[in-house]
Each structure stands twice: as C-alpha cells, then as structure tokens.
Nanobody, 129 residues
Framework: QVQLVETGGGLVQAGNSLKLVCATS????????MGWFRQAPGKERNFVGA????????SFADSVKGRFTISRDDTKNTVSLHMSNLKPADPAIYYC??????????????????????WGQGTQVTVSS
C-alpha cells in the first residue's frame, strides 16, 4: 500500500521559513518524480514545485521561484519543500504527490496534477502578517 505523509506545516510569520517533509512508503521511491501542490480555501489545487527522479531537475511555479527549493533523499524515501520568505499569499494545504514518468525521463519534472498517481493527505501552512 502506497502512503505519502506530509509533515512540517504550521503557523509562521511572514518573511520566515518553513520546511515540509513528505515521507513515502510502499513504492520504489527512486523511480518516482515528486511534486508539491497547494490548495487554498475555495481555490483550485495548484502546482508549487517538482523534482525529477534523478534529483537533477527541478521546476517551480513563478509565484515561488527564488523562495522555495525542493530536495529528495532516496536513502530515506523523503522529499522536502524548503520555503523561505513566506508571504500572505502562501497559506494553503500543501500536498506532495508522486508520478512514475517514462523510463527515459530521469531528469524531467511534471507540473500537471492530473498526471500524479499518488497523493498525501496534506499539511496546513498558515502565514501571519
């Protein structure tokens, strides 16, 4: 049974940093491209960032570029979202997700939520001004 569990959410002041971690089990982690998405109340789930299977490729939404980074640890089967300079527009439930891209796409990332196969339950991030 595949499980993705996000931790690290909470309340943080604007301008500060927060690190989210997604722990996975039940899948061959190194075979999956990992993504982070977020959903604010009444809004669609939006792409935040993704990291390729190899770890060499990352992509980010324009709204978080330069502020967020992603890393993965294949020895621990985890992916982390490092968020800095948090803004009032960042509060949402943050979800991690996994997708197995075709074999040759080790450095590719994926921005479409519809392509992801597995999802975590989400963790809430709140930013106070």
């Amino acid at each position: 049974q595949v499980q993705l569990v996000e931790t690290g959410g909470g309340l943080v002041q604007a301008g500060n940093s927060l690190k989210l971690v997604c722990a996975t089990s039940g899948l061959t982690f190194a075979s999956y491209t990992m993504g982070w998405f977020r959903q604010a109340p009444g809004k669609e789930r939006n792409f935040v960032g993704a990291i390729s299977r190899s770890g060499s490729g990352t992509s980010f939404a324009d709204s978080v570029k330069g502020r967020f980074t992603i890393s993965r640890d294949d020895t621990k089967n985890t992916v982390s979202l490092h968020m800095s300079n948090l803004k009032p527009a960042d509060p949402a439930i943050y979800y991690c997700a996994a997708v197995a891209l075709p074999f040759g796409q080790r450095s590719a990332t994926e921005t479409s939520a519809r392509r992801y196969s597995y999802w975590g339950q989400g963790t809430q991030v709140t930013v106070s001004s």
